[in-house]
């Protein structure tokens, strides 16, 4: 059993489901209109007040989860926290409120995640485009079946747009059509890419979109589907009410009508852009993507080693060079107390990558390798989770001044000792011989070897110099024995 919480930036979502026959059975669902995008001020920061009621949100949440027996909980938070310029301060919060790590995640994670919801939920073969509009950026994804073909992410959201174009309450019809004509720019480059996907079937994943939807039916608004006419129909009507707080439709609650409006014309523009004529609603998205991917990962199939497989193609990385490396760190790391199997992936996939700086120099190669690790387009992986790898990708070599804060942590420190030696060792073609070698940290770091394993690869006696000449910097013995 698995729960997912979305921290949107107009609603809080929270699913709870349970795999069964090939689907995920949804058992509860919680939603809270927080709208935390509109708490965001001139400089990009969330204001108390917003945080507050994130709080008190995320608490009712934990109650929920704390019902029921669950083999994993992911909260992702989209972005308006990717945005906020206190984004840290805020997640320290909002993780204690829910007592669970919150990841944030790109906006192309966020379309992919999507996606794999749509589909779950469709279990269709079929090309379909998928459009999500949600309170700070707007997602586009195009695939065929389960697979993605192109996915992006797009800064702009129903609060930014309700905002800049209808901020005083007012609805008038120049101010409809700027903000059409805006929507449609941020389109428009990437419309071409799409163009073998707009003429088959197309569907809107967000709750914007089906709070659309709903008011188009009940109001019996055009042709009644989620068309181009329709929402032509559901202009007209809107701006015949003149003023945000004069708006009375059956199905719209007033909590949404602002989410409507600036939804309404990013969605016109992109499917003007794109050349959709139609629509269909649907109740699946991000969360069924993420509880998929949870699911996905019980049974070891993670999209993450997968786009470490297509990272290190894409940066001409030495497979074999790679994986020696990974297996060298593992065999130390396993050595090493308080061993977690989460490290243990992000030791691998760092070793993994930890070369793939020599596609843009070789001089500096952990630092341009690090920053590439950091700012890739790696599917499955968070904010958070790039940047540690990143961390240890610069640490992997050189000196460790420039990773000193990070090795405050514990489990940081073992990591990047544990790949530091590995790459010695990899460098120096050690290959099956590591029986005897053995490898301690505390208070200092052991590191014992019997002394004809040094004969035989006499490169190791000048590796192990640098690296107690490293640590010992920083304050921490570094001691080799030989047995």
């Given at each position: 059993?698995?729960?997912a919480?979305?921290?949107?930036?107009?609603?809080?979502?929270?699913?709870?489901?349970?795999?069964?026959?090939?689907?995920?059975?949804?058992?509860?669902?919680?939603?809270?209109?927080?709208?935390?995008?509109?708490?965001?001020?001139?400089?990009?920061?969330?204001?108390?007040?917003?945080?507050?009621?994130?709080?008190?949100?995320?608490?009712?949440?934990?109650?929920?989860?704390?019902?029921?027996?669950?083999?994993?909980?992911?909260?992702?938070?989209?972005?308006?926290?990717?945005?906020?310029?206190?984004?840290?301060?805020?997640?320290?919060?909002?993780?204690?409120?829910?007592?669970?790590?919150?990841e944030?995640?790109?906006?192309?994670?966020?379309?992919?995640?999507?996606?794999?919801?749509?589909?779950?939920?469709?279990?269709?073969?079929?090309?379909?485009?998928?459009?999500?509009?949600?309170?700070?950026?707007?997602?586009v994804?195009?695939?065929?079946?389960?697979?993605?073909?192109?996915?992006?992410?797009?800064?702009?959201?129903?609060?930014?747009?309700?905002?800049?174009?209808?901020?005083?309450?007012?609805?008038?019809?120049?101010?409809?059509?700027?903000?059409?004509?805006?929507?449609?720019?941020?389109?428009?480059?990437?419309?071409?890419?799409?163009?073998?996907?707009?003429?088959?079937?197309?569907?809107?994943?967000?709750?914007?979109?089906?709070?659309?939807?709903?008011t188009?039916?009940?109001?019996?608004?055009?042709?009644?589907?989620?068309?181009?006419?329709?929402?032509?129909?559901?202009?007209?009507?809107?701006?015949?009410?003149?003023?945000?707080?004069?708006?009375?439709?059956p199905g719209?609650?007033?909590?949404?009508?602002?989410?409507?409006?600036?939804?309404a014309?990013?969605?016109?523009?992109?499917?003007?852009?794109?050349?959709?004529?139609?629509?269909?609603?649907?109740?699946?998205?991000?969360?069924?993507?993420?509880?998929?991917?949870?699911?996905?990962?019980s049974?070891?199939?993670?999209?993450?080693?997968?786009?470490?497989?297509?990272?290190?193609?894409?940066f001409?990385?030495?497979?074999?060079?790679?994986?020696?490396?990974?297996?060298?760190?593992?065999?130390?790391?396993?050595?090493?107390?308080?061993?977690?199997?989460?490290?243990?992936?992000?030791l691998?996939?760092?070793?993994?990558?930890?070369?793939?700086?020599?596609?843009?120099?070789?001089?500096?190669?952990?630092?341009?390798?690090?920053?590439?690790?950091?700012?890739?387009?790696?599917?499955?992986?968070?904010?958070?989770?790039?940047?540690?790898?990143?961390?240890?990708?610069?640490?992997?070599?050189?000196?460790l001044?420039?990773?000193?804060e990070?090795?405050?942590?514990?489990?940081?420190?073992?990591?990047?000792?544990?790949?530091?030696?590995?790459?010695?060792?990899?460098?120096?073609?050690?290959?099956?011989?590591?029986?005897?070698?053995?490898?301690?940290?505390?208070?200092?770091?052991?590191?014992?070897?019997?002394?004809?394993?040094?004969?035989?690869?006499?490169?190791?006696?000048?590796?192990?110099?640098?690296?107690?000449?490293?640590?010992?910097?920083?304050?921490?013995?570094?001691?080799?024995?030989?047995?």
């Amino acid at each position: 059993m698995f729960a997912a919480v979305d921290l949107g930036s107009n609603s809080f979502r929270l699913h709870v489901g349970e795999p069964a026959g090939g689907e995920i059975r949804i058992l509860r669902s919680a939603r809270d209109p927080v709208r935390l995008a509109a708490g965001l001020d001139a400089s990009g920061r969330l204001s108390e007040a917003a945080i507050g009621i994130g709080v008190r949100s995320l608490q009712g949440f934990a109650a929920i989860l704390a019902e029921y027996r669950l083999d994993a909980v992911r909260v992702v938070g989209t972005n308006t926290l990717r945005v906020a310029s206190n984004a840290a301060e805020v997640l320290k919060q909002f993780e204690a409120a829910i007592g669970h790590p919150i990841e944030i995640i790109s906006g192309e994670e966020e379309g992919r995640l999507i996606y794999m919801g749509v589909a779950r939920a469709l279990g269709k073969h079929e090309a379909r485009l998928v459009i999500d509009i949600g309170g700070g950026s707007t997602e586009v994804i195009a695939g065929h079946g389960d697979s993605i073909a192109q996915v992006e992410s797009f800064s702009i959201g129903t609060q930014p747009q309700a905002g800049r174009f209808f901020g005083d309450g007012r609805i008038a019809r120049s101010a409809f059509h700027a903000a059409v004509t805006a929507a449609r720019a941020v389109f428009e480059d990437a419309a071409p890419n799409y163009r073998d996907y707009t003429g088959g079937p197309a569907y809107g994943s967000s709750g914007t979109m089906r709070a659309i939807a709903d008011t188009i039916a009940k109001n019996d608004l055009g042709d009644g589907l989620l068309s181009l006419p329709s929402l032509y129909a559901l202009r007209e009507r809107l701006l015949g009410f003149g003023h945000v707080d004069a708006v009375a439709l059956p199905g719209l609650k007033r909590e949404r009508v602002v989410a409507v409006l600036g939804g309404a014309s990013v969605l016109i523009g992109a499917m003007e852009e794109f050349g959709v004529a139609q629509l269909t609603a649907i109740n699946a998205g991000l969360r069924l993507g993420v509880l998929s991917d949870l699911e996905l990962r019980s049974k070891h199939q993670d999209r993450r080693a997968l786009a470490i497989g297509d990272c290190m193609r894409r940066f001409g990385a030495d497979t074999a060079r790679a994986r020696r490396a990974a297996d060298i760190a593992r065999h130390f790391y396993l050595q090493l107390e308080a061993v977690d199997a989460s490290c243990l992936d992000y030791l691998s996939w760092s070793c993994l990558l930890h070369e793939v700086g020599l596609a843009v120099s070789h001089t500096g190669a952990h630092k341009h390798g690090a920053y590439i690790v950091e700012h890739a387009d790696l599917p499955g992986f968070t904010t958070r989770e790039q940047r540690l790898m990143a961390t240890l990708v610069l640490g992997h070599k050189g000196n460790l001044r420039k990773v000193k804060e990070s090795l405050s942590e514990p489990a940081f420190a073992r990591m990047v000792l544990a790949m530091r030696l590995a790459v010695a060792c990899m460098h120096a073609r050690v290959d099956g011989e590591l029986d005897g070698v053995r490898l301690a940290m505390g208070s200092r770091i052991e590191l014992t070897v019997e002394v004809d394993w040094l004969d035989r690869h006499p490169t190791l006696s000048a590796w192990i110099e640098r690296e107690r000449l490293a640590w010992e910097e920083l304050g921490r013995k570094f001691v080799l024995r030989g047995v």
